[in-house]
T-cell receptor, first 113, second 112 residues
Framework: DAGVTQSPTHLIKTRGQQVTLRCSPKSGHDTVSWYQQALGQGPQFIFQYYEEEERQRGNFPDRFSGHQFPNYSSELNVNALLLGDSALYLC????????????FGPGTRLLVL | QQQVKQSPQSLIVQKGGISIINCAYENTAFDYFPWYQQFPGKGPALLIAIRPDVSEKKEGRFTISFNKSAKQFSLHIMDSQPGDSATYFCAARGGRDDKIIFGKGTRLHILP
């Protein structure tokens, strides 16, 4: 049973560029949440997708957007990259109803130069 | 009110000793308190979790103690091993909110 997978593992971009990160949830899971983890910090919630809609959003600007596909996989898009967007981006999957447990993927390490 | 405060930032323990990490919260709507373990280059992995109707939960060498009135909870790692060296995050989730609020993490180093 494959866990949560993310691609790419590492990415280098320059300021002002756009980036798309991808996530495949754990088998049987229908909800995907995205987190940003700056170096030496705990993960911070960006947003959550369920039934192809954004269900909840954290305190992140509109430059951060996402999408969920019918197969429950998800993308995180960040436009107009800033140096401060450099971080580990984590995807977590869960079952929406009755399950608090979120399973995290290995993350995508984004470096903005 | 949405914060989870974690201490200490870093911890060094001798092999075989007890590692203790503490967390505090303000939001009484929180009803699920997981602990995550993260190794360098990896995503956080769920270690153990507790609900506020239970004062203690033990899984192997890992124990969560929960004090609802004080709004505090802690992770105890018994017989700490070098393989336990990692960053540990306490977290909370609750009410109608599915997002997990993480503490800032504790870097644990077990001396061989």
């Amino acid at each position: 049973d494959a866990g949560v997978t993310q691609s790419p593992t590492h990415l280098i971009k320059t300021r002002g560029q756009q980036v798309t990160l991808r996530c495949s949830p754990k088998s049987g899971h229908d909800t995907v949440s995205w987190y940003q983890q700056a170096l030496g910090q705990g993960p911070q919630f960006i947003f959550q997708y369920y039934e192809e809609e954004e269900r909840q959003r954290g305190n992140f600007p509109d430059r951060f957007s996402g999408h969920q596909f019918p197969n429950y996989s998800s993308e995180l898009n960040v436009n107009a990259l800033l140096l401060g967007d450099s971080a580990l981006y984590l995807c977590a999957s869960s079952l929406l109803l009755g399950q608090e447990t979120q399973y995290f993927g290995p993350g995508t390490r984004l470096l903005v130069l | 009110q949405q914060q989870v405060k974690q201490s200490p930032q870093s911890l060094i323990v001798q092999k075989g000793g007890i590692s203790i990490i503490n967390c505090a919260y303000e939001n009484t709507a929180f009803d699920y308190f997981p602990w995550y373990q993260q190794f360098p280059g990896k995503g956080p992995a769920l270690l153990i979790a507790i609900r506020p109707d239970v004062s203690e939960k033990k899984e192997g060498r890992f124990t969560i103690s929960f004090n609802k009135s004080a709004k505090q909870f802690s992770l105890h790692i018994m017989d700490s091993q070098p393989g336990d060296s990692a960053t540990y995050f306490c977290a909370a989730r609750g009410g109608r909110d599915d997002k997990i609020i993480f503490g800032k993490g504790t870097r644990l180093h077990i001396l061989p």
